[in-house]
T-cell receptor
Framework: SQTIHQWPATLVQPVGSPLSLECTVE??????LYWYRQAAGRGLQLLFY??????ISSEVPQNLSASRPQDRQFILSSKKLLLSDSGFYLC????????????FGDGTRLSIL | AQKVTQAQTEISVVEKEDVTLDCVYE???????LFWYKQPPSGELVFLIR??????QNEISGRYSWNFQKSTSSFNFTITASQVVDSAVYFC??????????????FGTGTKLQVIP
């Protein structure tokens, strides 16, 4: 069966520090991968998606970046965090095909001080 | 462009009441897919159901039921005899029917359901 792992679960970082959040998927190959951000009490904002290794598309311009170094690994990074980067970050995967549901990781709660 | 509207921001019901969560969508695609997800307080989103644009049959799963009406572009979700464990944020989502590469997924803003014991 397929599983998705996302870590860390919580993170507290000072403004201006770097960020690296990692997400890995097991039990499937060539999944579509997604990073979302959810501000407190708000909906989901799509940040990045990837349809294959090294293929990253950005939905919202910001100081975040994403990489997909391996088929089932998706990394969210920042060189310098801003206060506005606080939020709940969710990684998701789905098999190719519009009918496929997305499957989400447990999320990372990021607080910027 | 795709759009999903969940007009109800927050709903409170007393346990055992029935509650309906509304979802209205917009798309120009003739083939598309609709989803409902549940986000409990712990944070992870859980997939509940998928509906294809060419299948308007309503579906019932235990206390959950879904009413899909293409004529009104709605995909509403009803919880019968609500329970405290149903307290969560519920998201409706729309995916286009493109069969290759990336399929765009649009989420509604969510409805927070609070079931009061």
């Amino acid at each position: 069966s397929q599983t998705i792992h996302q870590w860390p679960a919580t993170l507290v970082q000072p403004v201006g520090s770097p960020l690296s959040l990692e997400c890995t998927v097991e039990g499937t190959s060539n999944p579509n991968l997604y990073w979302y951000r959810q501000a407190a009490g708000r909906g989901l904002q799509l940040l990045f998606y990837s349809v294959g290794i090294g293929q990253i598309s950005s939905e919202v311009p910001q100081n975040l970046s994403a990489s997909r170094p391996q088929d089932r690994q998706f990394i969210l990074s920042s060189k310098k965090l801003l206060l506005s980067d606080s939020g709940f970050y969710l990684c998701a995967w789905r098999d190719t095909g519009g009918e496929q549901p997305q499957h989400f990781g447990d999320g990372t709660r990021l607080s910027i001080l | 462009a795709q759009k999903v509207t969940q007009a109800q921001t927050e709903i409170s019901v007393v346990e055992k009441e029935d509650v309906t969560l509304d979802c209205v969508y917009e798309t120009r695609d003739t083939t598309y897919y609709l989803f409902w997800y549940k986000q409990p307080p712990s944070g992870e989103l859980v997939f509940l159901i998928r509906r294809n644009s060419f299948d308007e049959q309503n579906e019932i799963s235990g206390r959950y039921s879904w009413n899909f009406q293409k004529s009104t572009s709605s995909f509403n979700f009803t919880i019968t005899a609500s329970q405290v464990v149903d307290s969560a944020v519920y998201f409706c989502a729309l995916s286009d029917g493109f069969s290759g590469g990336y399929q765009k997924v649009t989420f509604g803003t969510g409805t927070k359901l609070q079931v009061i014991p």
